[in-house]
């Protein structure tokens, strides 16, 4: 075997005990070694050298069991991050997210009229700068967009929204930051950070959908994200399904973000964009509180949004569907008509009622799953430690 083939394997079984010890939590140097497969001999070199680097501690043993158990291996990897950002029309989020799984930094930033590229950039600088004070290794970035994004060039095909085509946006944000950048559809990053720390844990299927000024969905399968064969899925956003007058950012009419999107919300409302799509939708919520016109106008767009819900689980039969962004704090005035809507036109609704279900997550879901997906070369092998 060629020191190349050693290497590739040394790191694959690095990898193995990593994702491990991060999707299946602490074990025992046994139990990893019937978790993964290795030899237990393997196992315990890998646990030393991850120890060494301070990846990796070992845990006082269990109180109470007889003989000599084995301590508990337990994931830190403090110094090991991945960095998630979303760029959107109105602001640039930020979260890393270290090796163990915890929450580095978490910032939002609102465009207010800039150039959001600008807005990207600046903060991709300013948050490896704050993350190397603090001894963390950016191994990776992901930023998370809204539209059609071909992956495997890290190219953004289509971000109506952003009026984004063809732009090269891993090679751009990776020349201007000297990070190892990749790029990922939003909703497919904030569909990844539910299924792993927020409202869809544990389930084999889900579906986010993003309550941006665009409408997307991410699908999650067995903990992977489902992303088609050219990586377009989940533009549900332009399924022509609402007021078919109503023009959408993609310049054709009648798309279901028109009719439930940010703006239709504000258009609904006649309040106007403030911020944030969250503190927007705050203070739509606020006068709704206040004018039972509003709650009505919010009840109508939530049908809608039932009905675009109840299509999207025909198709797909999910665990649960979340909604995220600006559905959160409107959940008051939109849930009521948006369940009733979704449980009338599902089909296997008196067979299996449509599981329904808020985000946990904020504004940060995305940049959340854009941060876990950075750390994907580590947990495959593709990244050394």
Known sequence: MTLVAIEDLRRQNTAAVVRSLRHDGPATRTELARRTGL????????????SDR????EADATPGVRGRPGRPVV??????????????????????????????????VPVEGRDPYEVLVDLARTAEAMLDAGGGRVVG????????????????AMAPNLRWEERPVAREVGEATGLEVTVENDANCAALAEARRGATVGLGQSVYITGTVGIGAGVITDGAIVRGTSGFAGEVGHIPLGDPSALCGCGRRGCWEASVGLRAVLAA?????????????????????????VADALARVGKVLGQGVATVANILNPDAVVLGGCFVPLAAYLLPSATRAAQVHVTSAPYAPLDLRLSTLGLGAAAAGA????????????TAL
């Open 269 to 293: 409302s006649g309040v106007e964009e403030c911020g944030t799509p969250l503190e927007s939708a705050r203070a739509v919520a606020a006068r709704a509180s206040e004018d039972v016109r």
């Open 75 to 108: 994931l830190t990897g403090a110094t090991v991050v991945g960095l998630g950002l979303e760029v959107n029309v109105d602001y640039v989020a930020a979260v890393a997210v270290d090796l163990g799984g915890a929450v580095r930094l978490e910032t939002t």
């Open 141 to 156: 970035a992901t930023v998370a967009v809204p539209g059609l994004v071909d992956q495997r060039r890290g190219v953004v």
């Open 39 to 50: 030899a237990k001999a393997t196992v315990g070199t890998i646990v030393g050298s991850l």
């Open 371 to 382: 941060a876990e997906e950075a750390l994907t070369g580590v947990f495959s092998g593709a």
């Open 54 to 57: 301070g990846h990796v501690h």
